[in-house]
């Protein structure tokens, strides 16, 4: 079945840091990719998404790129600030059938980033 | 502004004990979703709903059932509660198929339960 696999936490930065968070899926067919980031004592809110190979998402200077040469949707960001400090999860929608209705999850990692 | 909206927000339970989350939307989103949070481990779908009077399950339903009576409404019952179900519930809905690029999961703020 779909799997995500991204990088494990914690991940701690300073403040300006560059920032990547690696995340690779198994799919059949050619899935939607999606990062969420989940603040402090919130929900997870939808950051970025990419729904076919090649294509770029971006959203509050982070970006990922869907590479399906190498299964791959990893997170940039070229300068992280404190308040970039939450939880992030790599996600991905089914390409058929039932699994158009769901996202499969990775585990999330935990990104810290200090003055 | 509510999106959705997640009640109560913390419990504890005694093993064997019942209850209900609720969980709300007023986005008109005909997709509605159940996921339970466990530390290290990402999130796990226990049931969805595509439309009002239709649900299915996930990966993990045991030990819980859902009803869609309206668009609105999307309830989680825990019957007979046991230390495995200690989790952070999440509730989440969409207005579209997540595949085509327009889908995107609003999530409620959880419920942390504690099963004692």
């Known amino acids: 079945g779909d799997s995500v696999t991204q990088m494990e936490g914690p991940v701690t930065l300073s403040e300006e840091a560059f920032l990547t968070i690696n995340c690779t899926y198994t799919a059949t067919g050619y899935p939607s990719l999606f990062w969420y980031v989940q603040y402090p004592g919130e929900g997870l809110q939808l950051l970025l998404k990419a729904t076919k190979a090649d294509d770029k998402g971006s959203n509050k200077g982070f970006e990922a790129t869907y590479r399906k040469e190498t299964t791959s949707f990893h997170l940039e960001k070229g300068s992280v600030q404190v308040s970039d400090s939450a939880v992030y999860f790599c996600?991905?929608?089914?390409?058929?059938?039932?699994?158009?209705?769901?996202?499969?999850f990775g585990k999330g990692t935990l990104l810290t980033v200090n003055p | 502004n509510a999106g959705v909206t997640q009640t109560p927000k913390f419990r504890i339970l005694k093993i064997g004990q019942s209850m209900t989350l609720q969980c709300a939307q007023d986005m008109n989103h005909n997709y509605m979703y159940w996921y339970r949070q466990d530390p290290g481990m990402g999130l796990k779908l226990i049931y969805y709903s595509v439309g009002a009077g239709i649900t299915d399950k996930g990966e993990v339903p045991n030990g819980y059932n859902v009803s869609r009576s309206t668009t609105e409404d999307f309830p989680l019952r825990l019957e007979l509660a046991a230390p495995s179900q200690t989790s952070v519930y999440f509730c989440?809905?969409?207005?579209?198929?997540?595949?085509f690029g327009t889908g995107e999961l609003f999530f409620g703020e959880g419920s942390r339960l504690t099963v004692l």
């Open positions: 989440a809905s969409s207005y579209s198929i997540i595949t």
């Open positions: 996600a991905l929608s089914g390409a058929g059938g039932g699994s158009n209705y769901k996202l499969t």
